[in-house]
């Protein structure tokens, strides 16, 4: 994160003691470290948060896109079903034979009893 060489660190040290005094020093620096540590701790957890987020919406993303899929899919199904059918009649059709009118029984003559 920071490029700190050691003479940088060296010259921080020296007036970390210079401010501080040597008494005080080891204690401010127990704490500066829970400090980083909590720092790095903070950091990580945001850094995770986000990347659940974005794991989240692109999931988002793949169930719209996939929903939408299904949907074509299903209209593509029903149409070629419906063209099916079409042609199931159309051959049905075909294959009838023609009624002769005087097969048809009226319903009178069905009716009527014998005497």
């Known amino acids: 994160m920071f490029d700190v060489a050691f003479s940088e660190l060296v010259v921080i040290a020296l007036v970390a003691l ?3 005094g040597p ?4 204690q401010v620096a127990r704490t500066a470290g829970h400090m980083w ?7 990580s957890t945001v850094k995770n948060d986000i990347s659940n987020e974005m794991d989240l919406e692109e999931a988002r993303k793949m169930k719209r896109n996939l929903t939408r899929q299904v949907g074509e899919v299903e209209q593509e199904v029903k149409s070629a079903q419906l063209t099916l ?5 159309q051959a049905q059709y075909r294959q ?3 009624i002769d009118p005087s097969e048809i029984v009226s319903l009178n003559d069905v009716t009527k009893k014998p005497q």
């Open 96 to 98: 009838a034979p023609p």
């Open 23 to 26: 008494e005080r020093l080891p």
């Open 37 to 43: 540590g909590r720092l790095q701790r903070y950091v």
């Open 85 to 89: 059918e079409q042609q199931i009649l």
């Open 18 to 20: 210079i401010v501080v």
